[in-house]
């Protein structure tokens, strides 16, 4: 399941390298909304065009497939540190303590391999489409920036991974309850209630 998640801090080194990487991965974010917002505004502009003037925009096609590995990547990080991938927690929910933060980092540590394999893979297209002047159909846009994105964007990634495993393993040790610098799911109730407050801007 998906559900809201907090993330609490402290002086410690893991929670310092947390927020400073957590600062690029909101640049990041904000990059794909961005883009999302050109791509509408393009959107309006090539049916107003095609509508008024009989003339959509050239290569709108192009445009919009380059940029969908912008809108799906750049938020990837971003929202495995806020704990808003969709996941599978009947058997992991119901662990406490010890158990769940070493079960926490198995899993981390699985979502980091395969993530190293897909850095590998997407490095290798990026390459290929730059090394041999890859581009679209339509009117030739260089497809190597956006294949490049997703390396990038997955290097993110591992990174905020390998700041998990630090945060699941250093809670095993400690036994810790509240572990830091890492997603702690919010029970239905402490979403409800940060809801409320946003809503009405008053705290519960």
Avoid: C
Wanted: proline residues 2%; neutral net charge; hydrophobic residues 55%.
């Amino acid at each position: 399941m998906s559900a809201a998640a907090s993330v609490l801090e402290d002086d410690s080194k893991l929670s310092r390298a947390d927020r400073l990487l957590f600062r690029f991965e909101s640049f990041l974010n904000l990059a794909g909304g961005v883009v999302i917002f050109l791509l509408v505004f393009l959107a309006t502009v090539n049916v107003l065009g095609r509508w008024l003037f009989s003339s959509p925009i050239n290569g709108y096609v192009d445009w919009v497939e380059q940029a969908m590995a912008f809108i799906a990547f750049l938020g990837i990080a971003y929202t495995q540190r806020m704990g808003g991938h969709i996941r599978m927690d009947i058997i992991i929910g119901r662990f406490k303590g010890r158990w769940l933060w070493v079960t926490e980092f198995m899993s981390a540590l699985l979502m980091f391999t395969v993530t190293l394999v897909l850095i590998y893979g997407s490095y290798l297209h990026f390459w290929r489409a730059y090394s041999i002047g890859d581009s679209s159909l339509d009117i030739n846009l260089p497809t190597w920036p956006a294949k490049l994105i997703v390396t990038i964007a997955l290097s993110i990634l591992a990174a905020r991974l390998v700041l998990q495993m630090w945060g699941y393993a250093r809670a095993a040790v400690r036994r810790d309850e509240r572990p830091i610098g890492v997603p702690l799911i919010e029970s239905a109730a402490e979403v409800a209630a940060k809801e409320a407050e946003a809503v009405t801007g008053h705290e519960s």
